[in-house]
């Protein structure tokens, strides 16, 4: 996951204000839209799971999705689109407010005409999004904001369909898997349906169970308690299996609930869904009854009043111009932003494929293959992204590679003369006026050939003195090699051949002398590079280099050394990120280990570790809270025993092997259930 700091700007126009969080999906930005000067939310696809088809098929549902409804009491989303770095995001409205569990946690339960109201406003949100045949099945305090409106009243809004479902889909295989898989069946059991949780089989989920979900809220919502008592979440599932929810009337002494109003949310709490009210508008009736009954009725907006407003502790902050919402948009406005978001993923998707081996044949050097490839993306894609610039790096790596080509023939060229190979030389000049036929030395380098050729024949006993003493050289012989020299000065007393000679014949002189000095620094500093000793190895580098070496092994080993004092750095950094990481495992604690992970993955960016982290602590998460719902679920059964009521017990068990068939206490407990049903 990338980390984009406050002041980044996404796609040229929404600056990011700050991290809100992060998921198994992506992460969550507060925005300003530069030109309109409005605040939004941006949620980003991962970078790591933007090449995942089944990821970018989810977030893209989730966008489809969003634009089929529309309603002031569900979250707007305003923009789709995609980043330079092929990262899928979608642009929210920003809700100024508090979600309902963060309400709840820090001023304690709604007054109840509060909670009917903001009930129905959520239930009439919750009947648009049924009404386009879709299911929300992630509903909790965590996703109902409660914001004010322009004249400072108070209204609920139903945020993040990342879960949601269209009915009409095709069923999923196994609807279990994929709750566990996006990190939500253990973290919010304790909102889910008995059908959601999957301890009823072979009924999929309608509605109905959305309407439970909610029931759980609104009961937390009017008394900021749970329906049940258990010693953690992950108990729930098992008590609304086999016990009704606790009434409201008295659940928490310094609540006064209306007796209608406890029969109305407990009847949308029944186990068998057949009970519960069919949809959302029977309920927001009910409601609706309980809150006339009160006489404080007021089913679109709630009047803040200051006995209101102190108890919800929400200050009226001054709002944005108001802008036009997509809600106000047309029919044929909303099929093409919908349309617009089926381009974003096609379109991008195959002009990305197809460029990118263009990039690989560019970088590759393979400038007629990235020739082909871009002719083929002109043909089916003549405004993709990125067409253009990659076009203009093919035309200037065409320019740059004839610009090489020229340099390193003329260099060679060169070479040859200085050399006096009279064939390579006249070779070499007509593949350099191949490549630039006006070439600005074209006389000069052909009046030097033609030198050569005159002179050659006259040099060809110098040319036999300076072979024999390079092969003296050669073999080590210096004393035949001055010989040579000596015949040579002869012939040509102040010709190229004779300095080269004598160069060579002096730098075998040095290097025999420095020879075991150079050999001994060289050994010395691969060992230490090896051994990853940095601070010696400096030390090394810096005597070789005093030493006659080349440029080109001296850079090598500066290179060798820098890239070993950055993996030493960056393995120091690791170990550090490992030991907090472990630390924080060992103690169960997966929201430090994940933040660990996220830190890890944006101070070492590519890192493989990161992302094994993220793997590890879901499934060491998955497989804690899973055992720990076992165990939850063996205490149950054996309290139901203890109890002597068998058949609660008998079902009991029957969900636990659902959920470890193989468990260890299996057949104990058959046969405990086996000797009460006898007794």
């Known amino acids: 996951m990338t980390l984009r700091e406050p002041g980044t700007v996404l796609d040229g126009k929404y600056e990011i204000v700050r991290r809100l969080g992060s998921g198994g999906m992506g992460e969550v930005h507060l925005v300003r839209h530069l030109h309109l000067q409005e605040l939004r939310v941006v949620k980003i696809l991962r970078q790591d799971l933007a090449s995942d088809p089944s990821a970018q098929a989810r977030f893209l549902r989730e966008a489809r999705l969003a634009t089929q409804i529309k309603h002031p009491n569900v979250a707007i989303l305003y923009d789709f689109a995609h980043l330079p770095d092929s990262s899928f995001y979608m642009v929210w409205e920003y809700i100024e407010g508090q979600d309902v569990g963060d309400r709840i946690r820090k001023n304690g339960p709604f007054p109840v005409p509060v909670a009917i109201q903001l009930g129905i406003q959520a239930l009439r949100g919750l009947e648009a999004i049924h009404q386009t045949g879709v299911i929300h099945r992630d509903l909790s305090p965590d996703n109902l904001m409660i914001t004010e409106d322009r004249r400072g009243q108070y209204r609920m809004k139903i945020i993040d369909l990342g879960l949601a479902k269209n009915l009409g889909a095709a069923p999923e295989p196994n609807p279990n898997l994929e709750i566990t898989q996006v990190g939500m069946f253990m973290g919010k059991l304790q909102y889910c349906s008995p059908e959601q949780a999957g301890t009823i089989s072979g009924e999929t989920l309608d509605r109905r169970s959305d309407l439970y979900s909610f029931a759980l809220v609104l009961y937390e919502m009017l008394v900021g308690l749970p329906p049940f008592d258990s010693e953690n979440p992950h108990g729930f599932v098992f008590k609304r299996l086999s016990e009704d929810p606790l009434p409201l ?16 949310v407990r009847r949308a709490l029944e186990r068998d869904r057949e009970k519960r009210y069919p949809d959302a508008v029977s309920f927001i009736h009910a409601l609706d009854k309980v809150g006339k009954e009160l006489d404080r009725i007021e089913t679109q907006e709630i009047q803040i009043t200051p006995q209101v407003a102190a108890a919800a502790s929400v200050a009226p902050r001054p709002l944005a111009p108001r802008q036009r919402s997509s809600s106000e948009l047309s029919a044929d406005e909303r099929r093409e932003l919908l349309a617009q978001i089926e381009r974003a993923g096609k379109k991008t998707q195959e002009s990305t494929q197809i460029l990118s081996k263009a990039e690989v044949a560019l970088a590759a050097g393979r400038l007629d293959e990235a020739r082909a490839v871009l002719r083929q993306v002109e043909a089916v894609h003549p405004r993709a992204q990125g067409l253009e610039q990659l076009k203009a790096r093919v035309q200037e790596a065409e320019q740059l590679a004839q610009g090489q080509r020229t340099a390193e023939t003329e260099q060679v060229l060169a070479g040859y003369l200085e050399k006096r190979q009279l064939a390579l030389s006249r070779l070499a000049l007509e593949t350099l006026l191949e490549l630039q036929p006006g070439h600005p030395r074209r006389a000069e380098y052909e009046a030097a050939i033609a030198q050569l050729a005159r002179d050659l024949e006259q040099e060809k006993r110098a040319e036999k003195g300076l072979a024999a003493g390079r092969g003296a050289l050669a073999a080590g012989d210096l004393r035949a090699a001055r010989r040579e020299l000596a015949e040579l000065l002869k012939i040509e007393p102040s010709g190229p051949r004779a300095a080269a000679l004598r160069t060579a014949i002096e730098a075998a002189d040095r290097g025999q002398k420095q020879g075991v000095e150079l050999d001994e620094h060289r050994k010395r500093l691969e060992d230490l590079l090896a051994s990853r000793r940095v601070a010696e190895a400096e030390v090394e580098y810096q005597q070789l280099s005093a030493l006659e070496v080349t440029k080109v092994t001296l850079d090598s080993y500066r290179n060798r050394l820098d890239e070993v004092r950055s993996q030493s750095l960056e393995r120091e950094r690791v170990t550090e990120f490992e030991r907090r990481y472990r630390v924080l495992l060992d103690h169960q604690d997966w929201f430090g280990a994940r933040e660990v992970a996220l830190e890890f993955e944006a101070t070492i960016p590519g890192h493989p570790r990161a992302a094994a982290m993220f793997g590890e602590i879901d499934r060491l998460e998955s497989v804690y809270r899973h055992q720990e719902s076992i165990e939850q679920g063996v205490r149950q059964i054996e309290a ?40």
């Open 249 to 264: 009337v008295g659940r928490n002494p310094r609540i006064e609930v209306p007796t209608g109003l406890d029969q109305v």
């Open 640 to 679: 139901s025993i203890a109890q002597g009521n068998a058949d609660q017990a008998e079902l009991a068990l029957k969900i636990l092997l659902q959920m470890d068939p193989e468990n260890r206490h299996r057949r104990r407990l058959e046969r405990l259930i086996k000797g009460l049903k006898k007794g």
